[in-house]
């Protein structure tokens, strides 16, 4: 199975921006398409945007606009750029590949907005 560590989170004020990263093990990182997910408290795990092998990119509305994924293959580390971060946004961030099911998930990067 590909490791996935998740790193860049942090606590921020509203309006505020983070760039989280997530470095993948292996060989194939670059022939799959990637996602970020967020599971706030209490709430299920939520897709918030996915990026192809090719760059096509994929964004929930709620983030559409603010945040931005991209990846490097060179280094098998996907990233999710986030600006404008609202209280809402609040949440642990994991990465994973999309039509991988069974990769196991990483420990995630704790997102926290304050207004």
């Known amino acids: 199975q590909v490791q996935l560590v998740e790193s860049g989170g942090g606590l921020v004020q509203a309006g505020g921006s983070l760039r989280l990263s997530c470095a993948a093990s292996?060989?194939?990182?670059?022939?799959?398409?990637m996602a970020w997910y967020r599971q706030a408290p209490g709430n299920q795990r939520e897709l918030v945007a996915s990026?192809?092998?090719?760059?096509?990119?994929n964004y929930a509305d709620s983030v559409k606009g603010r945040f931005t994924i991209s990846r490097d293959n060179a280094k098998n580390t996907l990233y999710l750029q986030m600006k404008s971060l609202q209280p809402e946004d609040t949440g642990v961030y994991y990465c994973?590949?999309?039509?991988?099911?069974?990769?196991?998930w990483g420990q995630g990067t704790q997102v926290t907005v304050s207004s």
């Open positions: 990026i192809s092998s090719v760059g096509s990119t």
């Open positions: 994973n590949f999309v039509n991988r099911p069974q990769n196991p």
């Open positions: 292996g060989r194939s990182f670059a022939l799959n398409s």
